[in-house]
């Protein structure tokens, strides 16, 4: 005996949301008969209809829905990555990743924030590190202004998943992941941890063959090698600056020009940005080297800003990405305190 379905589910005058509730019943009688892929089928369909008419709480709970039913049917069937477009089907996984993009729109970011997490757990127990780790990104980016622990923890996992995929576009996306796990550590004022992972991070890239043949063969780009991982020394310096003050900060900074190559390497744009923060031939950190900085025209809205430390554009002026302008405003402001108490 087969179960029963809904009648007239195509009636083009019938409202989205109509639509969506027929859906949903016949969703239901389906699971009482006990054909759950079909149940699964029919709450993925109201689940669109839901979208279509922007009922994003009700979209994200048929969803999710249809994802648990489908999920114990998926555990042998999955094919291995990368899936091609003939095999790749909608999974369980794809289902919760939309259902936490409609509970973001609703505003639940609790559900929103489980759904996408159980999306990269399965997508990492069938070996695709690389769209786990981007889930475990955007659950970071979805924490942050809420939650900073929960945000670096989920960045720490996506930096270990794109460590995980073992390519060379996986270690620098791992790179990168551990860079802002380390921003999100000064951001809260962890400032130790923060300087251990920037300098342990610098000191791996530096042992690494491609770096030293970098700098052996005067600069001559190595392809795959992210132009992003050198900012690891512009931060650790500026949580030197900010935790200790400007001799511990020139120390550093000493320290690390010791170690680096002399010409034809990608710090050397590090190098360029710290010597700017510095004052250039004074050569130290000061209060009024860093005010002007801040106060440059091209660094006007600075937080607004993304890219690198200084962005070269088509005017070929210097911006500050928001961190850095963030940072530098820590520095001026305990810098000034220690002058008014000084003076006092």
Same mark, same amino acid.
């Given at each position: 005996?087969?179960? /029963? ?25 389906? %699971? *009482? ?14 689940? =669109?209809? @839901?979208?279509?008419? !922007? ?31 003939? %095999? ?24 929103? %924030?489980?759904?996408? !997490?159980?999306?990269? &757990? ?49 270690? #620098?996306?791992?790179?990168? *992941? ?11 004022? &962890? ?17 690494? /063959? ?5 700098? #052996?063969?005067?600069? %001559?780009?190595? /392809?795959?090698? #992210?132009?992003?991982? /050198?900012?690891?020394?512009?931060? *650790? ?12 900060? !020139? ?13 034809? @390497?990608? @710090?050397?744009?590090?190098? =360029? ?64 305190? *220690?002058?008014?108490?000084? !003076?006092?």
């Amino acid at each position: 005996m087969t179960a /029963p379905v809904a009648q007239n589910l195509h009636c083009d005058t019938a409202p989205d949301e109509a639509r969506a509730r027929a859906l949903l019943t016949a969703a239901r009688s389906a %699971v *009482a008969w006990g054909n759950m892929l079909e149940a699964s089928r029919l709450f993925h369909r109201a689940g =669109n209809f @839901f979208k279509m008419d !922007q009922k994003w709480h009700d979209a994200g709970a048929a969803f999710q829905t249809a994802a648990e039913l489908k999920m114990p049917f998926e555990a042998d069937t999955i094919p291995a990555p990368p899936y091609t477009t003939e %095999v790749r089907k909608i999974t369980s996984s794809g289902l919760l990743k939309t259902a936490s993009d409609c509970f973001v729109k609703a505003q639940d970011f609790r559900v929103a %924030v489980s759904c996408l !997490q159980t999306a990269a &757990d399965l997508l990492a127990e069938d070996g695709d590190f690389t769209t786990a780790a981007g889930h475990c990104k955007a659950l970071a980016q979805m924490l942050a202004p809420r939650d900073v622990d929960g945000a670096i923890r989920f960045y720490e996992k996506a930096a270990r998943l794109h460590e995980a995929a073992a390519d060379v576009h996986g270690r #620098s996306a791992g790179d990168k *992941a551990w860079l802002t796990v380390g921003e999100q550590l000064a951001r809260k004022g &962890d400032y130790t941890a923060a300087i251990d992972l920037f300098e342990g991070l610098a000191d791996r890239i530096l042992q690494e /063959p491609k770096a030293r043949d970098y700098a #052996s063969s005067g600069g %001559v780009y190595v /392809p795959d090698f #992210s132009t992003a991982e /050198p900012k690891c020394l512009t931060r *650790a310096v500026l949580c030197y600056l900010c935790r200790d003050g400007p001799s511990a900060a !020139q120390e550093a900074v000493v320290r690390w020009d010791a170690k680096l190559p002399s010409s034809g @390497f990608m @710090f050397d744009q590090e190098r =360029n940005v710290l010597r700017q923060v510095m004052g250039g031939a004074e050569n130290r950190f000061t209060a009024g080297h860093i005010a002007k900085i801040l106060q440059a025209p091209e660094n006007a809205g600075s937080a607004t800003a993304s890219g690198p430390p200084w962005c070269d554009n088509d005017t070929q002026t210097r911006r500050l990405d928001k961190w850095t302008t963030m940072m530098l405003e820590r520095a001026l402001q305990m810098l000034r305190d *220690a002058e008014n108490k000084a !003076q006092r």
